[in-house]
């Protein structure tokens, strides 16, 4: 696509992925992405902010053939799918000189290896003039990495967020739609964000200091009725969890499935909303969404040489790395002879502030007395989750 005027001498670039179904080989792109640069045409000087993924180069350099001169590149992360192209911008536009914060001009060096001669590093809160059209840093660490920051274009009420507020959604929308922020865009921040939410919560309230009228990061459509976003972000951050149990499991010999079964059904005869993930085939995104919400985490696993099968063991790394605001975990499964199946798991959880329910092990198919002891692990799960919002 070409450069997209959002307001006069403020432009829309970079590239959409239509096709990209993994990033960071592990997050997987169901709606592909987009990854978005900018222009800002000043009276006096021109800015670029942030690049595309490599492979997207020519894309953005066609972009640029209407702009002789770049004065700044506007560098607000150094993760490389926005700086992977920097060296080509630095090499069509010798001029032009790198902007960004410490930490991330030491991130662009050792990844990317960008001379140290063309940075200009910049403090939070410092403006940058381009004549008339100002832009202003707003530190925003952990949206992504700890280097993080976004700039507000004052004269224009444009904040470019970068990660922050993004999603991984292909689209000729410019702006996004109402279903965006409740499907894409939680994806993002349940994939991307939720580790650092007590952060995020802050870098919210940092922004809404300003008086924004569109937000336009670096990943999927813009907004131009920025507090729905905001807002959603404020909730996923530091709202109450919800009457949500989320199960994960695996099967071998459909013991655990049968244990997962009845689970769910007695949970939902007390009230409680439940969201079940089979591992062998989960969507890792759906499964983080869930995680935004969730009151409880169950994990169902067979025992697999003394242990957890591996895919339980990824589902419980992948919560733990999460962080999400669960407040309770348990593990139901079956074994053979022995095993240490629930310690493992809970130890692999150990960053999670929860409070563990009672497991439920079953030795071999489930009899009465072990549906008996999910009957009691349900009554827990509603009684822990009796004041809670629905879902
Ligand atoms: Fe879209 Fe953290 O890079």
């Not at 696509?1 to 992925?17: C, F, H, Q, S, W």
């Not at 096709?19 to 997987?28: A, E, H």
């Not at 381009?130 to 280097?147: A, C, R, S």
Request: charged share 25%; aromatic share 8%; hydrophobic share 40%.
């Amino acid at each position: 696509m070409k450069l997209r005027e959002i307001t006069p001498n403020v432009y829309l670039g970079g590239a959409v992925d239509w096709d990209r179904r993994l990033f960071d080989s592990l997050i997987p792109l169901p709606q592909g992405t987009s990854y978005n640069a900018y222009v800002v045409r000043g009276s006096e000087r021109t800015a670029l902010l942030d690049t595309v993924d490599p492979p997207k180069w020519e894309t953005l350099k066609a972009q640029l053939a209407d702009f002789p001169t770049i004065d700044y590149v506007i560098h607000h992360h150094g993760e490389q799918d926005h700086s992977g192209s920097l060296p080509f911008v630095l090499e069509l536009y010798p001029e032009a000189t790198v902007v960004t914060n410490e930490k991330c001009k030491k991130e662009l060096i050792d990844h990317l290896h960008v001379p140290e001669d063309r940075f200009q590093t910049i403090k939070d809160g410092e403006d940058l003039s381009l004549g008339d059209k100002t832009l202003h840093f707003i530190f925003t660490p952990w949206v992504h990495w700890p280097e993080t920051f976004s700039t507000f274009l004052v004269e224009d009420g444009i904040l470019f967020s970068c990660d922050f507020f993004g999603s991984h959604l292909a689209t000729t929308d410019m702006y996004a739609t109402g279903a965006v922020v409740d499907g894409a865009a939680k994806r993002y921040y349940a994939e991307i964000m939720m580790p650092f939410a007590p952060q995020v919560a802050k870098d919210v309230a940092k922004v809404a200091e300003h008086p924004v009228r569109i937000i336009a990061p670096s990943h999927g459509p813009l907004y131009d009725h920025p507090a729905a976003i905001m807002d959603a972000y404020r909730e996923w951050t530091t709202g109450e969890p919800r009457n949500l149990a989320v199960i994960a499991y695996v099967t071998m010999h459909e013991s655990t499935r049968l244990i997962v079964d009845h689970l769910t059904a007695a949970l939902a005869d007390r009230g409680v909303a439940v969201e079940r993930f089979d591992l062998t085939t989960v969507d890792l995104g759906e499964l983080a969404m869930a995680l935004v919400d969730a009151a409880s985490i169950v994990i169902g696993t067979p025992t697999v040489i003394r242990g957890p099968h591996p895919l339980a063991s990824y589902a419980a790394v992948v919560a733990n790395a999460l962080k999400p605001k669960a407040t309770h975990a348990t593990v139901v499964g079956s074994f053979g002879w022995a095993g240490k199946t629930v310690e493992k798991l809970t130890e692999l959880m150990g960053d999670l502030k929860v409070e563990l329910y009672d497991p439920v092990m079953v030795k071999g198919m489930p009899r009465g007395e072990d549906y008996d002891q999910l009957d009691v692990l349900a009554d827990r799960i509603a009684k822990a989750h009796k004041d809670l919002r629905p879902r």
